[in-house]
């Protein structure tokens, strides 16, 4: 996600988690999640002609040729539509060549605010006090299924650099959404996102049945429980499981969601964070229903996961930095609360090798006990946890 400002990263998980719900009325749930989680408390979502995907009964083709408001009066939507709607600067067949293809047109990508205010379509705009305006372009190939638009007053600020990352990343989500909601309905949908989006995306995300089985995951994912089995297979006391039984792909996968499934279990929350002195895992996780082919309601579990690398000291002169790879390994498993034992098996090294390098770790920090050594790490680990 290192496309999205990071004080958006929180939000933009909510929304992916949002989108990937099955709903029957697909825009009126985009534009309601752009309001919940960043704002846009008035938008339009416009369809562009006949979806071009078959299999598409001809009652979801109707449903879709118009366009949805979100907190915008019935009357000027009228007028737009009447009158005003081939005046519109944003209209695909309206835009000069030099812009068409993008995902991502401000106002003034198109014209400056002096002539926007000059022409009909502003002048109707600004009547109704809509005046900034972004809109969101949805391909299928070159072909555009459909639009959004995303409108601030004029005492808001107007849409800038700051916001076009953001609604560029969100855009690419919306339009995977959408296209998969045009192909399918309930079970068959939600299934196709999954190998549409979420196969793709940086962050790590499952797909599990109502018995928190995996079905799906993305490489993110598998990377991620790779993490987690090196470096929290002995935090607090938990054991990764040695017993599952499943489909191999998935073990690791699994094991790790049997892990932080207890956790949000016995906390009631829907995430969960596991720390360490090198990592954040962060688990996000939603529930819903959704139709299976015979007409019957499933679960299905949706967990995101994302993965922050700490940095080492910024300061070249922290011990921390003479460190050998080995020895940074042995400090990990100490903060996670591994034994000299553990930690021999873990790196398949003899326990009194572990010993020499935690010697050479006490020598380098200048300690006598693994308490103090923790104690000189504390302010590394505080720096590196904060958002």
Same mark, same amino acid.
């Given at each position: ?93 309206? &835009?000069?060549?030099?812009?068409? #293809? ?8 198109? +014209?400056?605010? /002096?002539?926007? =205010? !000059? ?120 054991? &990764?499981?040695?017993?599952?039984? #499943? ?8 094991? +790790?969601?049997? /892990?932080?499934? =207890? !956790? ?124």
């Amino acid at each position: 996600m290192s496309k999205v400002p990071e004080k958006w990263h929180d939000a933009v998980m909510e929304f992916s988690l949002g989108l990937a719900k099955d709903n029957e009325n697909f825009p009126k749930k985009v534009l309601s999640l752009f309001d919940k989680h960043f704002g846009y408390r008035r938008s339009i979502f416009f369809t562009h002609g006949m979806p071009p995907f078959s299999g598409v009964s001809p009652r979801r083709m109707g449903a879709m040729n118009n366009y949805i408001t979100y907190g915008i009066r019935y009357g000027p939507m009228y007028d737009y539509r009447e009158r005003v709607y081939k005046h519109d600067i944003f209209r695909y067949a309206n &835009l000069p060549a030099h812009l068409k #293809g993008r995902r991502l047109l401000f106002t003034d990508d198109v +014209m400056s605010f /002096e002539e926007y =205010e !000059r022409t009909p379509y502003g002048v109707h705009m600004i009547g109704e006090d809509l005046y900034y305006q972004a809109v969101i372009f949805f391909y299928q190939g070159e072909r555009i299924i459909g639009s959004m638009a995303l409108f601030r007053s004029r005492e808001q600020e107007k849409f800038g650099e700051e916001d076009r990352s953001l609604l560029e990343y969100l855009g690419s989500l919306v339009e995977a959404s959408y296209q998969n909601y045009l192909r399918h309905s309930g079970e068959g949908r939600f299934q196709d996102n999954f190998q549409i989006f979420f196969q793709d995306v940086k962050q790590g995300a499952v797909l599990l049945n109502q018995d928190m089985t995996v079905i799906q995951c993305n490489a993110a994912a598998k990377e991620i429980s790779q993490i987690f089995w090196e470096q929290y297979r002995h935090n607090q006391g938990h054991f &990764l499981r040695s017993n599952y039984q #499943g489909d191999p792909q998935f073990r690791e996968v699994q094991t +790790m969601i049997n /892990e932080v499934g =207890e !956790r949000l279990s016995a906390q009631g929350s829907s995430s969960q964070t596991i720390t360490s002195l090198a990592r954040d895992i962060t688990f996000y996780h939603t529930a819903f229903l959704s139709a299976t082919p015979a007409g019957l309601a499933q679960t299905w579990h949706l967990m995101l996961i994302t993965c922050q690398t700490k940095e080492i000291p910024k300061n070249m002169d922290h011990p921390y930095n003479s460190l050998t790879q080995q020895e940074r390994r042995i400090v990990y498993y100490l903060a996670s609360g591994m034994k000299n034992e553990q930690i021999a098996e873990e790196l398949h090294i003899s326990i009194y090798t572990v010993r020499t390098h935690i010697a050479n770790i006490y020598k380098k920090f200048e300690v006598n006990s693994k308490v103090d050594l923790l104690m000189h790490l504390q302010p590394i680990l505080k720096d590196q946890s904060k958002p």
